[in-house]
């Protein structure tokens, strides 16, 4: 059976017109995700502003920063184009309407920010831990609940692979039943490694920051805990802190122990000021194996019936896991749903109530005991 070419011309046409349409769906689907950066004292916002350019997924449309000096330098740095920056953040919403903003304020102006982008209907992404009070992180969830907002939680640790792998073999039952964890995070210290000034002045202070290394890298384990424990909320939490550099940090601890215990299950967290290098891993022992992570993309296991322990590299993490642009793209595209993982709002709840406990038992020198927060 033959068609005539008038035909054959229409069909072509409905289908180039279809094609159109379907790739308009793709494109307008996988748009960037627009966002602003609220604030440029955390010194972790160059790493961002490397990312951003890189990352197709996101895309860079304000900064609001009321320090105009520390505005200048980022723009000089970065070639930013003065446009971008704005100095009040309710002006930068209200004229820019992102999807979403990327806070690297100190932690104790989160709050704030996250409250003010809720009112906007704008989800936050802030830099770890999700606030310095437990008051703080229960007005924090109430605003994204009353505006249906995501609130996310950025650690370098959840995109390492090698944390993955344990958290894995873990839910797995690889390593039977959890019994203890152990993470070490840290460094040599921020005066040490020479954070810039602005961020320093806050890292330092016992009230921007919550603390001092106690709330800077214990937020690190407490997450990673969480974690490994579906969320349950701890029994209790006991901390010791120190200052072995008074000189340096008057004001804050360097140096704290946490140990945080489940009814089956402990955790000793240890941050510090005051490694010789710069640390971030883990040991997960449980019943019948362990897992050791080294850095961001190694392990070290061993499972029941083996004789030695197996060291060696683990699969990259691929995807909307890989890094914090690419997780909150899948979420702001309704891609992912955060709800018990390293970044979402309901595991740093806990955290933060980790934290807090801490700093209350390294002051009393008394263990503190814990309930579930209210729902």
Not at 65 to 71: F, Y
Not at 278 to 302: F, L, P, Q, W
Request: overall charge negative; glycine content about 6%; aromatic content about 6%.
């Amino acid at each position: 059976m033959s068609i005539g070419y008038g035909a054959l011309r229409l069909a072509l046409a409905a289908s180039a017109m279809l094609l159109c349409a379907f790739c308009s769906i793709q494109t307008q689907a996988e748009a960037p995700v627009r966002v602003a950066i609220v604030g440029l004292v955390h010194g972790h916002a160059q790493g961002l502003l490397h990312a951003l350019p890189q990352n197709a997924n996101v895309q860079l449309v304000g900064i609001a920063e009321a320090d105009t000096a520390l505005a200048a330098k980022y723009a000089a740095q970065f070639h930013l184009d003065q446009k971008l920056f704005f100095t009040d953040t309710d002006k930068m919403l209200d004229q820019l309407h992102p999807d979403a903003v990327l806070v690297y304020t100190d932690i104790l102006d989160h709050r704030k920010v996250i409250e003010t982008a809720a009112r906007h209907g704008v989800s936050s992404m802030v830099e770890k831990p999700l606030a310095t009070t437990v008051a703080d992180a229960l007005a924090i969830r109430r605003a994204a609940r009353e505006h249906h907002v995501h609130v996310l939680v950025n650690y370098e640790t959840t995109w390492y692979a090698s944390n993955a792998e344990a958290i894995r073999q873990s839910n797995e039952g690889k390593l039977g039943a959890l019994r203890r964890v152990v993470v070490h995070d840290g460094h040599e210290g921020p005066k040490e490694i020479n954070v810039g000034p602005e961020f320093l002045g806050w890292l330092t202070d016992p009230v921007k920051n919550g603390a001092g290394a106690m709330f800077d890298f214990g937020c690190y384990g407490a997450d990673l805990m969480t974690v490994l424990m579906k969320g349950e909320t701890p029994v209790s939490v006991t901390a010791v802190a120190l200052t072995d550099k008074p000189e340096i940090y008057p004001h804050v601890d360097d140096d704290a122990t946490i140990i945080v215990r489940y009814p089956k299950t402990q955790a000793v967290l240890q941050p510090s000021w005051n490694w010789p290098f710069s640390r971030k891993d883990m040991e997960v022992y449980g019943a019948t194996g362990y897992a050791i992570t080294e850095a961001a993309d190694r392990i070290r296991t061993r499972h029941a019936g083996e004789k030695t322990e197996s060291e060696g590299p683990v699969p990259p993490i691929v995807g909307a896991q890989e890094n914090s642009l690419d997780y909150l793209a899948a979420v702001m595209r309704g891609k992912l749903k955060p709800e018990g993982d390293l970044t979402s709002l309901d595991t740093n709840m806990i955290v933060v109530q980790i934290l807090s406990a801490a700093r209350e038992s390294a002051k009393t020198g008394r263990t503190v005991h814990l309930q579930p927060l209210p729902k």
